[in-house]
Structure formats: structure tokens, C-alpha cells
């Protein structure tokens, strides 16, 4: 079983940055697609961020496009989650997720929650002045 740790959450202001790591537990991140969505209260849970296996892809959600980059180090088996300029509006859990079948191949990621699965548990982020 593929288990996911998101950390890294916490409170920040409007205009800063936050971190967030995803380790797996086992070798994995390098042969899958990785995400990273959020949920706000009373939302669904949306697409943020995602990176192929192949690393040459990446997708965005509009919202976040100049302010969150995503990477990885295949070597410590974590993905990151680099959030800055960040607004009210990012307040939300985070979760980061692996689709083991992208439907497009290694050069494929997807912002569609159905198509990941493994999950982890998230961690809060909170913007606020």
C-alpha cells in the first residue's frame, strides 16, 4: 500500500510564501503523476497543480499560475508544493495525490481528482491579515 504525507501547512499572511512537502512511502513519484489539490469548507475538492512522470508537464489551475511551482526529488521520494503571493482566497486543506494510470502516458498529468489513487491526508493552509 502507497501511503502520503502531506506537512507544511500553517498560517500565513497575504503576500507570503508557503512550502509544502508530500513524501511517499515507498519509491513511487518518479513513475506516476503527482497532484496536489485543496478543499475549502463547503467546496469540492479542486485541482491546483500537477507534474507528469516524466517531469516535462505541468498543468495549473488559472487561479495560481505565477505563484505556485511544483517539483520533486525522486531521490527522497517527496514532492513540493512552492506557494507564494499567496491570497485569502488559498485558504483551503491540501492534499497531494499520485494516478498511477495517466491516461495520456508519462507525459501526462491530470487536475481531475477521479483520475488519482492514493491519497494523503492533507494539511491546512491559512492565509490571513
Known amino acids: 500500500q502507497l501511503q502520503l504525507v502531506e506537512s507544511g501547512g500553517g498560517l500565513a499572511q497575504p503576500g507570503g510564501s508557503l512550502r509544502l512537502s508530500c513524501v511517499a512511502s515507498?519509491?513511487?513519484?518518479?513513475?506516476?503523476?503527482i497532484g496536489w489539490f485543496r478543499q475549502a469548507p463547503g467546496k469540492e475538492r479542486e485541482g491546483v497543480i500537477c507534474?507528469?512522470?516524466?517531469?516535462?508537464?505541468?498543468r495549473y489551475k488559472d487561479s495560481v499560475k505565477g505563484r505556485f511551482t511544483i517539483s520533486r526529488d525522486n531521490a527522497k521520494n517527496t514532492v513540493f508544493l512552492q506557494m507564494n503571493s499567496l491570497r485569502p482566497e488559498d485558504t483551503a486543506a491540501y492534499y497531494c495525490?499520485?494516478?498511477?494510470?495517466?491516461?495520456?502516458?508519462?507525459?501526462?498529468?491530470?487536475?481531475?481528482?477521479?483520475?488519482?489513487?492514493?491519497w494523503g491526508q492533507g494539511t491546512q493552509v491559512t492565509v490571513f491579515s
Open positions: 495525490a499520485i494516478d498511477l494510470f495517466p491516461s495520456g502516458g508519462s507525459s501526462y498529468c491530470d487536475l481531475t481528482r477521479y483520475e488519482y489513487d492514493y
Open positions: 515507498r519509491s513511487a513519484l518518479n513513475y506516476y503523476a
Open positions: 507534474i507528469s512522470s516524466s517531469g516535462g508537464t505541468r
